[in-house]
């Protein structure tokens, strides 16, 4: 689900995003009954199934997804009124504080990790022999990625990270026999070969970027990428650019994906708000020249269908199609292939979600999610909004207050996991580059072990040597 309240100041399109500003508008409102939680056919969902870990720790506060009544969100009616008297339409978001009552308990950061709910098809992408194989393992879990977000039938606004937050969490895969041997330098403590690991770091408060990584080192497979927000006021709506980028490095083949991310609309925001995706995004390999075009299409304002998507999976150097991928990218996707086949590519229903691993907030630094907004979690829990609030602000006026002092001692703002590269934000310790440095330090112990065994053979030699020619010396030649 995008942030709907970080926005972005500077209008500067200079990094990849969806779509452009006038793509936005307002989708059909329908009224506040229930037919935007439930299927087209009327019928309630089925909830998603939920592989945990051996080592899964149950926390109420995070593992409870919210039940809240159809017309919850109209008792705010007032405060809804008065947050748009307050707002014009196209007008830049930045400005306004959202409601604390529509905050989802969690933040930008947890909700990122969501994106490998499905780290089975990740992982599962360097295991494709063929360049067309591995782009088509890309798109699969790509459409994927995006179903986990929406944890509520109702769309709710996951927290505003603070600068310097970050995020860390774990998969155990399923057809894995054991974690692997530990990786001492991984992105999380403890880390095991065998799981796919996920950090994030809100590493920008203006503009507010947020910076994620993942990685399978036994794949040697790694995800790397960073996403800011700018929103826009549509009327009925709110409008999200997701601009950014993600790069999917895939070492034994030395391939990167490079792909984008699509719109977010929080639609019907005056009764029972609804999330969905809009806008065309492009995934390529530059490599092998296979490339992908994804369209989220947004609800006509007439008629039709939510959340449909399309794609088209082109070889190198042709424009036709090799597959063409279309559905609901929170429902079922099928694909037809140049060669006649179909079949149903992803079934966001009946795909299991694994749940990922957190350590328990007492476990937790000060400035890791869970931690930080622990107590405005436990009072949204309790429903007991005025609480939640205060502890909030709280967390808000921390920040500009760090930031006053930063400005007034001219300190530079230190990251603790990312760092910036012209226009993009990538991951201090990629596992290529951990990679690169223990085959060098690995080259450096062998040609040093050479140089020692090289001296050891000579001082082997040289008393042999000297002792040869003392015996010469000593030689007495006969007459002839």
């Known amino acids: 689900m995008p942030n709907l309240a970080d926005n972005m100041q500077d209008d500067s399109h200079s990094m990849s995003a969806s779509d452009d500003d006038d793509d936005f508008y307002d989708a059909e409102e329908g009224s506040s009954d229930s037919q935007h939680l439930t299927q087209d056919n009327g019928q309630t969902e089925d909830p998603i199934q939920l592989i945990k870990s051996k080592d899964d720790q149950y926390d109420e506060l995070y593992d409870d997804v919210d039940t809240e009544e159809l017309d919850s969100l109209q008792n705010h009616g007032s405060i809804i009124t008065h947050l748009l008297?307050?707002?014009r339409i196209g007008m830049d978001l930045t400005k306004i504080v959202l409601p604390t009552f529509i905050l989802e308990r969690r933040s930008l950061l947890e909700m990122y990790a969501d994106f490998i709910a499905h780290p089975d098809l990740f992982s599962s992408i360097s295991d494709f022999e063929?360049?067309?194989?591995?782009?088509i393992q890309v798109v699969r879990w790509y459409l994927s990625a995006f179903h986990a977000g929406r944890r509520s039938a109702i769309a709710k606004k996951p927290y505003n990270p603070i600068l310097g937050e970050h995020f860390s969490c774990m998969w155990d895969l399923p057809d894995s026999a054991d974690s692997g041997e530990v990786v001492e330098d991984g992105p999380v403590s403890d880390d095991g070969s065998n799981n796919v690991f996920?950090?994030?770091?809100?590493?920008?408060?203006?503009?507010?970027?947020?910076?994620?990584?993942?990685?399978?080192?036994?794949?040697?497979?790694?995800?790397?990428?960073?996403?800011?927000?700018?929103s826009k006021f549509l009327g009925l709506s709110i409008g999200v650019h997701m601009i950014g980028q993600a790069i999917i490095s895939v070492l034994d083949y030395d391939e990167e994906y490079i792909l984008t991310f699509p719109n977010g609309y929080g639609r019907s925001i005056l009764t029972v708000p609804w999330i969905e995706l809009g806008g065309k995004v492009s995934i390529s390999c530059a490599k092998t020249g296979y490339s992908a075009s994804v369209d989220f299409l947004t609800k006509p304002f007439y008629g039709g269908k939510k959340h449909r998507v399309t794609c088209s999976i082109n070889p190198p150097n042709d424009k036709k199609p090799l597959c063409t991928i279309q559905g609901e990218w929170n429902g079922v996707m099928w694909a037809q292939y140049d060669t006649g086949m179909n079949e149903k590519f992803v079934d966001?229903?009946?795909l299991p979600?694994?749940?990922?691993?957190?350590?328990?907030i007492s476990e937790q630094k000060e400035f890791e999610s869970r931690r930080l907004w622990k107590d405005v979690t436990y009072h949204l829990k309790n429903k007991n909004v005025e609480e939640a609030t205060k502890y909030k602000q709280k967390l808000e006026q921390r920040q500009r207050d760090e930031a006053r002092e930063r400005k007034e001692t001219r300190t530079p703002i230190e990251t603790k996991f990312f760092h910036e590269v012209g226009e993009h934000w990538v991951y201090d310790r990629p596992l290529l580059k951990r990679l690169t440095e223990s085959q060098n330090a690995s080259s450096k112990i062998s040609d040093e072990n050479a140089c020692i065994s090289h001296d050891l053979v000579q001082d082997d030699v040289q008393p042999i040597a000297d002792q040869d020619v003392a015996l010469s010396s000593n030689h007495e030649v006969p007459d002839s």
Not at 130 to 135: G, L, N, V, Y
Request: charged letters at 25%; proline letters at 8%; zero cysteines.
């Open 198 to 230: 996920f950090i994030a770091e809100q590493v920008s408060h203006h503009p507010p970027i947020s910076a994620f990584y993942a990685e399978h080192y036994n794949k040697r497979l790694s995800i790397d990428g960073y996403i800011w927000t700018k």
């Open 130 to 135: 063929s360049p067309k194989d591995r782009m």
């Open 348 to 350: 966001t229903k009946a």
């Open 353 to 360: 979600i694994i749940k990922k691993i957190v350590k328990p």
């Open 85 to 87: 008297s307050q707002v």
